[in-house]
């Protein structure tokens, strides 16, 4: 019977995953509401517990892709794969306006060009103190600091090594865990407490599952604002990404 029903969850891998993710995100949301209330949203213990899964789905089979060595989760890797990826940039951007842009006014577009500048520099600083001195692996890891989708868009249009690529994708998962847990704590200190400076907020720090998840925990009627900008964000990023910010860099390390 166990054979039977580990065929038949191989042979439907892409629903297995959907199942896996979905009961995942309940057991993350439950843990969240009852030992955190909240203040720990239930996206970054969903983004911690599959960091865990994949580290030891990686240990158990001896492979190189995490989880997906395992046969019965193989459907996650076509779940997480450039495919669905590619599609959640383009839904996200779909959800945006330019008219809800104007809204942001000077302030928000300010915060955008600078959230992704800095973020950039920041993580091609820390890539070039780690010893990836050549342009091109600088400025997908820099792009992974901007968000963890620019990252391996940026990679992919410019070339980058799969390394360089993994790279940046893990800075982006760090900088999104920091900002949905590191918000509900900073917010008074930042005056974080209105539309406007969820705006801003959204616009300085970009990774729209962190900005989403730590105003969701802080104030649930912030969340439109700060999503606003965010998305944004990300969009700047893939285009500024593979190229004024890789021609900069290029310049600037040859």
Not at 30 to 49: N, P
Not at 180 to 197: C, E, H, Q, S, W
């Amino acid at each position: 019977m166990s054979a039977m029903l580990t065929s038949l969850l191989v042979k439907n891998g892409l629903l297995t995953a959907f199942a896996v993710i979905g009961i995942t995100m309940w057991i993350s949301y439950f843990l969240s509401a009852r030992l955190t209330r909240g203040k720990l949203h239930g996206s970054a213990l969903a983004i911690m517990i599959g960091l865990l899964l994949a580290y030891v789905g990686g240990v158990l089979s001896g492979g190189k892709n995490g989880i997906v060595d395992i046969k019965l989760f193989s459907g996650i890797g076509l779940m997480g794969g450039a495919m669905l990826r590619d599609f959640a940039i383009v839904s996200t951007a779909f959800g945006a306006t330019l008219s809800d842009m104007r809204r942001c006014g000077l302030s928000g577009v300010i915060s955008l060009l600078v959230g992704v500048v800095l973020s950039f520099v920041i993580g091609a600083g820390v890539a070039y103190a780690f010893g990836y001195t050549d342009a091109i692996s600088m400025t997908t890891i820099g792009a992974g600091a901007v968000t963890y989708i620019v990252g391996p868009v940026t990679g992919a249009a410019i070339g980058a090594s799969s390394e360089a690529m993994a790279l940046s994708i893990a800075a982006g998962l760090v900088k999104s865990v920091l900002v949905m847990v590191g918000t509900p704590f900073a917010a008074k200190y930042i005056g974080l407490d209105n539309p406007r400076t969820a705006m801003i907020f959204g616009g300085m720090m970009g990774t729209t599952s962190g900005v989403c998840g730590g105003l969701a925990a802080l104030d649930p009627k912030l969340v439109p604002y700060g999503a606003m900008t965010s998305t944004f964000y990300t969009g700047l990023g893939c285009l500024l990404g593979p190229s004024l910010l890789f021609f900069a860099t290029k310049a600037l390390v040859g």
